[in-house]
């Protein structure tokens, strides 16, 4: 199906009804690298709901020859709230732009969900990859294990494309590389398996850095992302995304949400309960 827009928007979802009993229930540890990613990010789910931090964004749009045509930039605070119990938990991603943002109406590439890619490692979405281990190799001073991950056509995958009221599956291939110690994705190189320009995506590309940050507190370190670099082409345009994350702070509190605040969230397709990142068309602009 063509699309008539170059214009692009990288979101996070919902993860909804995601058994808990799958994380639990998961295969007898090994020190496997892969054993140990799926453990970590695990783990690193069950944590993302006390923290909070600031995510600075820098939106490009490409000229033909690879110079920047056009620039803005924005700041947000930036939390993952969830909620659950034995059966199932919800994940959801809030990004509230902040009051200092200064930003032209320019129409650029929104995105954000793009750090959710080391989910292929998650016990809902590993059976859904095929997996080759390379030899290890040195990221940051530390030995790292590279995984390269492929998606399987017909399983769940954590992206889609939503356009016109339909998703649209993103078959997801690229590199994690994994520290050898500690099971920690510390890097991620993805892109797409296959060309989609039926549906107006002529290619996608993600780059995530996973880097140690301190919480402040007394709190223990956690690697957190730090910068992910989202490239788009469409038929139409060419766009880059740069986003960074930090000031990460960590807080635990419980409360209940008051009916009468308005709470700005992230618009959210209908009809996939379990995607983490979704790729959403917006038909404005005519070839």
């Not at 229930?25 to 923290?51: E, F, H, M, N």
């Amino acid at each position: 199906m063509p699309i008539n827009n170059g214009s692009f928007r990288l979101i996070s979802v919902c993860l909804l009804a995601l058994p808990v009993a799958m994380a639990a229930g998961q295969s007898t540890p090994s020190s496997g690298p892969i054993d140990l990613a799926q453990r970590q990010v695990t783990s690193y789910l069950s944590k993302l709901a006390d923290l909070h931090c600031t995510e600075s964004v820098t939106q490009e749009k490409l000229a033909g020859n690879g110079h920047v045509e056009a620039s803005e930039r924005a700041k947000y605070d930036y939390l993952i709230m969830m909620d659950g119990n034995g059966d199932d938990f919800q994940l959801n991603e809030s990004r509230i732009e902040s009051s200092a943002s200064k930003r032209k109406p320019l129409p650029m590439l929104v995105t954000n969900g793009a750090a959710t890619v080391l989910l292929v490692f998650h016990p809902y979405y590993r059976d859904s990859f095929n997996f080759t281990i390379a030899s290890d190799e040195m990221v940051d001073g530390k030995a790292a294990t590279p995984v390269h991950f492929a998606h399987i056509a017909g399983r769940r995958t954590p992206a889609a494309l939503a356009l016109r009221g339909r998703e649209y599956p993103l078959e997801l291939e690229g590199t994690a590389w994994i520290d050898r110690q500690s099971g920690e994705v510390v890097k991620v190189d993805a892109s797409l398996l296959h060309d989609m320009s039926d549906v107006g995506l002529r290619s996608m590309h993600i780059l995530v850095d996973y880097k140690p940050a301190h919480l402040g507190n007394n709190a223990a370190s956690m690697t957190l992302p730090a910068m992910a670099v989202v490239d788009v082409t469409t038929p139409l345009q060419h766009w880059r995304n740069t986003h960074v994350f930090g000031d990460y702070k960590s807080f635990s509190t419980d409360a209940e949400q008051d009916p009468n605040v308005k709470v700005h969230a992230q618009n959210v397709p209908a009809g996939n309960d379990t995607t983490a990142a979704v790729v959403t068309a917006d038909p404005k602009e005519k070839p």
